[in-house]
């Protein structure tokens, strides 16, 4: 991957198994953007770093770091690539955004998954093998899911991440598994990675104009799908008090 300003311009997939089957597939952009972030303020469409993080306003790559730092990994990390959904009209939602941890020789180390849900709660799950060896796209690295986000699905179970890179080539793959180990849900987000200037970014802008709307209203009709198939609600729960979670074979700690 080359660390360096793009778009990230993807296929984002949801497929329900059971109950009720249910399945989407949208076209979505978002920025990929090396940290510290570089300013990106058009009329219409910015980056904010108080979106993320530590969401007072200081670059993502020092809440990023942290998490690093938890888990020994700081020392490892030369290059962080954030995935995230710029702010457009004034307005963003981000359901997850990605930070992309790299060593020396550019072989990718870690994975930082910033979950929000509809509520403007924040979880973060930190993706990454206990000997710092580099992940491989035909690994799964499993998460107890500790997080609730949708009222469909019961916080219990477990998530599968898979990560691919390959030059232009992104691909992210989180799959559901309930408390039995039963896959319920897939979900990706696949696409290519664009160069970002002036030229590709209105581009994108002009195309998808209203993307982060677009992006909090397919939930709303995709969970009036779900209604209407009955599905069952599950009420949202007190959330964990530790905000930091990590995959199973690393060491989990909490982060302040």
Known sequence: M?????????????????????KFIYNVYYLALPLPAPKIQRTFLRFDPKDLGFR??????????????????????????????????????NPVSFYFCFDHK????????EVHNTFGEQHT?????????????????????????????????SYH???????????IRIDYFDSKNNKQLLTSLV????????????????TH?????KTILLIHLQALKLLYKKVSFFRKPKQYKDKLSATLNIKNESIE
């Open 125 to 157: 799950y930190f993706c990454a093998n206990q000997d710092y060896s580099s992940i491989d796209e035909t690994q799964c690295l499993v998460a107890e899911k500790v997080f609730h986000v949708s009222p469909f699905l019961p916080r219990d179970g």
């Open 2 to 22: 080359d660390i360096k300003p793009h778009i990230f311009n993807a296929k984002v997939m949801h497929s329900r198994l059971f109950p009720k089957e249910n």
């Open 106 to 113: 550019k072989k990718l180390l870690a994975v930082i998954a």
């Open 161 to 171: 991440f898979q990560f691919s890179l390959k030059e232009e080539r992104l691909g």
């Open 191 to 206: 696409g290519t990675l664009i160069p970002l200037n002036n030229l590709s970014l209105n581009k994108f802008f002009m």
């Open 56 to 93: 007072d306003g200081s670059d993502p790559g020092i809440f990023a770091k942290k998490v690093l730092s938890n888990y020994g990994f700081d020392k490892k990390i030369e290059n962080i690539m954030l995935i995230t959904m710029p702010r457009v009209f004034g307005y963003v939602f």
């Open 209 to 213: 104009p209203f993307i982060t709307l």
